[in-house]
């Protein structure tokens, strides 16, 4: 996406309330994610072992636009924030 989106209202959908046809999809994507984040996981694992980085310093990884970026940062990552909830599917179609 190249749109900017700060100024846009974000809502999560409760994935349990997609039409089946939608539910077997999202579950795919999921599912191929899951994947791929394995993987990232074992390669960045990987990295940072031979890089033989610190234990008092974390391994950053990017991958904006096809390549792999890294940077070394001396403190912890963040924690990731708690969603809202999520809205049900058919409600979302009637706004």
Do not use: C, H
């Amino acid at each position: 996406m190249t749109a900017k989106t700060d100024s846009l209202s974000w809502r999560n959908i409760d994935p349990n309330t997609l039409p089946t046809g939608l539910s077997a999809l999202y579950e795919e994507y999921k599912a191929t994610q899951r994947i791929a984040a394995a993987a990232r996981d074992a390669f960045e694992s990987a990295f940072t072992e031979m890089a033989e980085v610190p234990a008092s310093q974390t391994m950053l990884f990017g991958y904006r636009f096809g390549k792999l970026s890294i940077a070394i940062s001396d403190e912890p990552r963040k924690a990731k924030s708690t969603a809202p909830a999520a809205l049900d599917f058919a409600s979302l179609l009637k706004r």
